[in-house]
């Protein structure tokens, strides 16, 4: 049941990001499995999760400051990095950043891989903002073993959204990949279907599943 729960969380990530990013082009990280004969521990510890989400945050948070993109990539990278230069970009002309671009410095729950190799991929769920937006579903990925996690997206859960739940972050999770079986449809599928959606609407065969 666990190991289902886990895979399930794969989809639901993909998913989330799909609806959270809309438009925005991006490669989704796809995890590797891990050899069978590695021992399988955390990549991370919840406080170095904690630390490398501060960092990344403060990084955030000295942009939109600034109102400047310069530095962003040393901690933000694919859609995310494309998303914030807008904002700011936006930004500069209205004011400041809309408030839908916060991003909670507190989180509910991290989901910690256990893939021996790269890329990685850490799943953060974050408070509801102080004006009680929903919570933020924040993707950091880790390219190799020299590089900084960076923050690669963020999707907005909406009201009524539920996830399943995880395994504690000391044990680790073993990452679902895109051709899991045993689900209502692969990851991979439930994004290709979502993406049929997006662009037929309600005469995609798979409107009815979104």
């Known amino acids: 049941m666990r190991s289902r729960i886990t895979k399930l969380m794969a989809a639901v990530a993909a998913l989330g990001l799909t609806l959270g990013l809309g438009a925005c082009e991006g490669r989704i990280p796809e995890p590797q499995a891990a050899p069978a004969d590695v021992d399988q521990i955390p990549d991370l510890t919840e406080e170095q999760e904690s630390?490398?989400?501060?960092?990344?945050?403060?990084?955030?948070?000295?942009?939109?400051?600034?109102?400047?993109?310069?530095?962003?990539?040393?901690?933000?990278?694919?859609?995310?990095?494309?998303?914030?230069?807008?904002?700011?970009?936006v930004g500069k002309a209205t004011g400041g950043l809309d408030k839908t671009n916060t991003i909670p410095s507190d989180m509910m729950q991290t989901v910690i891989p256990v893939d021996s190799g790269w890329p990685r991929t850490v799943y953060t769920i974050t408070t509801t903002t102080e004006d009680q937006q929903s919570q933020r579903l924040l993707v950091f990925t880790q390219d190799s073993p020299r590089q900084n996690y960076k923050l690669w997206g963020v999707a907005r859960l909406f009201a009524?959204?539920?996830?399943?739940?995880?395994?504690?972050?000391?044990?680790?999770?073993?990452?679902?990949?895109?051709?899991?079986?045993?689900?209502?449809?692969?990851?991979?599928?439930?994004?290709?279907?979502?993406?049929?959606?997006?662009?037929?609407?309600?005469?995609?065969?798979?409107?009815?599943?979104?």
Do not use: C, H, W
């Open 160 to 210: 009524g959204a539920q996830l399943p739940r995880f395994t504690v972050p000391e044990i680790g999770t073993q990452m679902g990949l895109p051709n899991d079986t045993g689900l209502v449809a692969t990851p991979q599928e439930a994004v290709e279907r979502y993406a049929d959606v997006l662009q037929n609407g309600a005469n995609s065969e798979f409107a009815d599943q979104f």
């Open 51 to 89: 630390k490398i989400r501060a960092s990344i945050l403060e990084t955030l948070d000295q942009a939109t400051q600034n109102m400047s993109g310069d530095g962003l990539s040393a901690r933000v990278t694919g859609p995310m990095l494309d998303v914030r230069n807008s904002a700011i970009t």
